[in-house]
């Protein structure tokens, strides 16, 4: 062997111990860390086998509740990051492992960004599931997208490093939906370890995909084939249940994405999204009606909300507005009497503060939140709607006109001014009905023709009970 060549040889052993040492130094640390965490969940068991789960809840309440959680639905994924075993040969083994943790920390932000909670890494292996902590009913197309888009980012990745023959990662994922079961433990920072056959599922449908494919068992599947092009996968054996139908994820459906290009979700996409995450939205705001409305609130209650909701959707469809229409009459109407919980006279203005403070969470537009300001607005009497969207939610907040069960409605509410001092007798009352139903008219054609044809009624029914 050369001088040279000994040389080049003496430098390459001395650059691989020097990355030995470092994998040392980084592997002492880390089983350090660990320690410390098993000293911490030990010293935690130990103090709650301690107590009885009685005094437990008088003494943390929110500690008792959350030891161990169940979740109806929850989506679980399960990412492969393939190339780890490169990283345990390669002479370049400290790069890589600092490049996988980059990769992994990109993950962590991307299943933040669709509220998807990641659970933990094992080696190569990235786990996260959407549901959890918080429940919701999106959580399937959630995690899909989460997948789309970690499985885009590598692809760019690996692109942009490295040419097409020498590139080193890729990935594959396996996702399912079911029930799991959550311990929850931390204090400062609260970390989540799900269990139950859902996480198993998810596990064995990550195992049989395949280099840059995204798999999906047949529960996920039910739950999102709107969005995504799937293809049918194939079975997958599952124990004591039978074969389960597996399908791959293509892309977002060409309708439904930017360019037709199946990554980016499109206006189409969000406001179908934004259809389905409503129900997420009105459990939050009926859940804060129920508590902290006034008990005064005879007849604007969570009924009265309800029954607007519901009606703003049959009229808008009636009258021919589009699906991001009927969604911002949904939404103005659920939170048009929301106001109520701050104030009574002037629950319109309460009620569009509290929109432009919840609704950027769920990705409304700055656009779309004015235009349901607006729609809450116009619910401010007398009515003067300036627009078909506020024509329809002046008509279904007084619904009640020409319904049959006009009178104990219309009851309710003087019962509700009666407790603040508002009304005198009910026979003022009945006199102040029959000026404004005279005086009122419907604006929307398919109220005209449901409820307008009653209100003559209503005056004759009216008049009979003044004395």
Not at 140 to 168: C, F, G, W
Not at 235 to 257: A, N, R, T
Not at 336 to 357: F, I, P, R
Not at 435 to 462: D, G, M, W
Request: with cysteine.
């Amino acid at each position: 062997m050369g001088k040279e060549s000994q040389e080049k040889l003496i430098q390459r052993i001395a650059k691989l111990a020097k990355q030995n040492q470092e994998l040392e130094e980084k592997i002492k640390r880390l089983l350090k860390e660990n320690e410390k965490l098993l000293k911490q969940n030990e010293e935690q068991k130990a103090l709650l086998d301690k107590v009885s789960p009685g005094d437990l809840k008088k003494a943390a309440p929110s500690l008792a509740d959350q030891r161990a959680l169940k979740f109806k639905m929850v989506t679980v994924l399960f990412a492969d990051v393939r190339g780890f075993s490169r990283v345990m040969t390669d002479s370049d083994s400290a790069e890589l492992i600092d490049e996988l943790d980059e990769i992994l920390y990109n993950f962590d932000h991307i299943a933040d960004k669709y509220k998807t909670k990641k659970i933990k890494t094992i080696g190569d292996t990235y786990m996260c599931a959407g549901g959890i902590p918080v429940k919701n009913i999106t959580n399937p197309i959630d995690v899909v997208m989460a997948a789309l888009e970690m499985q885009d980012y590598l692809r760019k990745h690996e692109t942009s490093r490295r040419e097409e023959n020498d590139q080193i990662w890729d990935l594959k994922i396996g996702i399912h939906t079911g029930p799991v079961t959550a311990n929850i433990s931390g204090r400062k920072k609260i970390s989540y370890d799900i269990k139950g056959d859902t996480v198993n599922t998810a596990s064995r449908v990550e195992g049989v995909s395949g280099q840059g494919k995204v798999l999906i068992s047949v529960m996920t599947y039910e739950l999102v084939k709107e969005f995504f092009q799937c293809e049918y996968y194939g079975k997958l054996p599952v124990k004591y249940k039978g074969d389960l139908d597996v399908y791959e994820v293509l892309g977002i459906k060409p309708q439904f994405s930017v360019n037709r290009d199946g990554i980016n979700p499109n206006k189409a996409f969000n406001i179908k999204f934004g259809l389905i995450q409503f129900t997420d939205i009105q459990e939050i705001i009926l859940d804060k009606l129920e508590k902290e409305l006034p008990d005064y609130l005879y007849y604007h209650n969570v009924k009265h909300t309800v029954d607007v909701v519901t009606e703003v959707e049959l009229i808008g469809w009636a009258e021919g507005c589009s699906d991001e229409e009927i969604l911002l009459l949904k939404t103005a109407a659920l939170l048009h009497d929301a106001g109520h919980t701050v104030d009574y006279d002037n629950h319109e203005y309460h009620g569009t503060q509290l929109a432009k403070k919840i609704l950027p969470e769920y990705n409304y537009s700055e656009q779309q939140i004015n235009i349901i300001c607006d729609i809450i607005t116009a619910t401010k009497l007398p009515p003067e709607p300036r627009n078909l969207l506020e024509q329809i939610i002046c008509d279904a907040d007084l619904d009640y006109l020409g319904r049959s069960d006009f009178i104990p409605v219309s009851n309710s509410l003087y019962d509700e001014l009666k407790a603040q001092d508002k009304i005198g007798s009910l026979n003022d009352w009945n006199k102040l009905q029959v000026k404004f139903i005279s005086n009122h008219q419907y604006f929307t054609r398919t109220a005209q023709s449901l409820r307008e044809v009653n209100k003559q009624k209503q005056i004759e029914r009216i008049e009979s009970l003044i004395t």
